[in-house]
């Protein structure tokens, strides 16, 4: 079934862009992308085949033209005509099903033949090649078949073979294999160009073929311009007025090749600063034992406190104590003292046996010290296992009495993510104000936040 069938089998389809639908992909220099945009009536254009899926499917596009910096091309030129310029492409689709091309080593001669051609390729080959000395080092096209999901038989082969040789542009004198090739395959009538050696005139070509190919796929390209709309032909009017808009449009495109540069090392930027953040700050949302120690230690340090790991001054020998202690020394010079216990919990939000625990390393703590710490401070960080943190639940949400004995008892209960936000919406100026609201608050910590300003 043939597209236009197709598409009158579909029904009325909105959405369509005019045709035909052209997709640039590798590095095309301001001109060519300047002509293209004159040329056709809807163009994308993506440094590969990725950025083009992001854009694009290939179903709506009618002809692909691949330039150099495209190195791969899936199978999109399977689906739509395709004009090659890279010599980086593994493949393209032969003249029928189960059959490609491909580049087969390098020209060893000086010597070329240009093949009897239709006078339209013939004069556009001999503008770009009428000065050829040499194709020594060329890349050769060769045509091969593949066995799955069956081998073409000898006569379709030979049909191949012929179709293939008969669109050769040039040749290499002594292999007969072509240096340049432009075929319409026989099961689709799509075309295939391939032009893998020296820059030529690629708009001048493009518009040729799409010229050629238009004759026998009206349905993709029904909105060719036609002569008249060519520079050349133009009165004196028009022309002026033409350059004004190729004026403007290479402006534009400098401009977007700008902002695209400027979005290219932004993002650059933007990978760089995400994996600090992610060995850094965003811990309070995702680590759990010593990461996550070791991020809340370095946030209350940056916070104001004075901070020690309590697992460095101990022995192997003596028993577990707190992770943190913290102290302050206030305007006046009095010093407050605190010990934080720091949870991670895959599961759950938060365990009232840590509370407990705190209860215990206060006893220790007035033991080896002469007096009770001001503060006990629970900071957890749970339910990990919910990847999204809108997700997670407040800890200890359920044990609200058992929240209220703790808070009695000079305790505080710090959500590893609030403290992600309150770092993440004050302004250091006010690091003060966090850490004195951490100092006096008892039950569970709600900072009240100083929005940084922009």
Known sequence: MNRKALSKKSGRIGGQRPRPRVALVGNFGADDVMHFLHMFPTVWRADDQWRLRELVDVREIDLIVLASGADEAGDWPSKAHVICFSKDISSLPGPISNSYIEISGFAETEEFLFPD??????????????????????KRLRLGFRHRPSTPTQAEQKAATII????????????KLPLAVAFLRKNNNLGVGWFPNVAANRAAWVELLVTQWAQSDKDAFSDSRDWTESPEWMVVEEEKIWSQILALERKKQQSMDKIEQQIGELSTKLALAKADANKGQRRLITAQDEELVDEVAKTLENIGF????????LNEKEPKREDLRLKH????????????????????????????????????????????????????????ELLLPPQRQQPL???????QIFSESDGILIWSIDLFRALKTTDPTSYPALLDSIKHTQGRWVPVLSTKEN
């Open 306 to 313: 004075d901070v020690t790991r309590v697992d460095k001054l």
């Open 164 to 175: 293939f040789n008969d669109g050769a542009i040039i040749c290499e004198h002594h292999t």
């Open 397 to 403: 949400a359920s044990a609200i009495e058992d929240l």
């Open 117 to 138: 051609i239709p006078l339209p390729l013939s004069r556009r080959r001999e503008a770009d090649y009428s000065n050829l000395t040499s194709i020594r080092g060329w």
């Open 329 to 384: 020394l206030d305007k006046r010079g009095e010093e407050w003292n605190a010990i934080v216990e720091v949870r991670g919990y895959e599961r759950s939000g938060g365990k009232t046996a840590d509370l407990q625990r705190l209860h215990r390393f206060a006893g220790l703590y007035q033991k080896e010290t002469g007096h009770n710490p001001d503060k006990r401070i629970y900071i957890v960080n749970g339910e990990l």
